[in-house]
């Protein structure tokens, strides 16, 4: 998809909050640093559009971009990062519990992970929750850049062996340096609209 318009339109903490439209959305996680802002702003050919509403200590909200006036990409804030607390992590878990069991607008979960590294206990935990509530996934597999490409196939089977890989779902290997993996992104983004 060729993006010619993508703005914010809500940060939401409740459903009342969140549009009322019937555009197809896709929710994108990942646990703090993997990745995730720089995956949107990439995808959307903006620099800073996606930043500092979703870093630690800022209040959690799900972000509501529109695109091209068809689709909506959410961004859930990250999880895995230490310094929250108790019932801030509560919070989170509610709502994000409450936006994947009841947003029928959703047609896809997109699970930023780090190529590099198996992924997190968080990561496995959040991709279990999203199988758990039959929601279809695309991995995204960032940071490739960062690793030769002649080791991108050994990564990515750790990847999916750690997270129990659901052969239903599509897993990507992507940069947002180099642009690698958007493309593809992008086409199996729209087969689901
Ligand atoms: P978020 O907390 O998940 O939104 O993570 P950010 O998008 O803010 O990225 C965290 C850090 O990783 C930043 O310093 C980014 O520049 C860097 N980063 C993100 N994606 C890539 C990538 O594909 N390649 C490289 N080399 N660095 C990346």
């Known amino acids: 998809m060729k993006v010619v318009s993508s703005d914010i339109v809500i940060s939401a903490v409740k459903p009342e909050q969140y549009p009322e439209t019937a555009l197809p959305e896709f929710a994108l996680a990942g646990r703090s640093n993997v990745g995730k802002s720089s995956f949107i702003n990439k995808m959307l050919n903006r620099k800073g559009l996606a930043r500092i509403s979703s870093k630690p200590g800022k209040t959690q909200t799900l972000n509501f971009f529109l695109i091209n006036e068809v689709l909506h990409f959410v961004d859930v804030p990250g999880y ?41 206990a968080d990561d496995v935990m959040m991709y279990e929750f999203l199988k758990h509530y039959d929601i279809p996934c695309i991995i995204i597999a960032t940071k490739a850049d960062k690793i ?16 129990d890989f659901d052969a239903g779902d599509h897993i990507i290997v992507f940069s947002s340096e180099t642009g690698e993996g958007k493309d593809k992104a992008w086409s199996i983004l729209e087969s689901y609209m």
């Open 80 to 120: 895995g990062y230490a310094k929250v607390s108790k019932t801030e992590r509560a919070a989170w878990g509610k709502m994000i519990e409450t936006y994947f069991t009841t947003r029928e607008q959703l047609k896809a979960a997109v699970l930023i992970v780090d190529l590099r590294h198996p992924p997190s």
């Open 148 to 163: 030769p490409k002649g080791k991108w196939q050994k990564h990515l089977k750790v990847t999916k062996e750690t997270l």
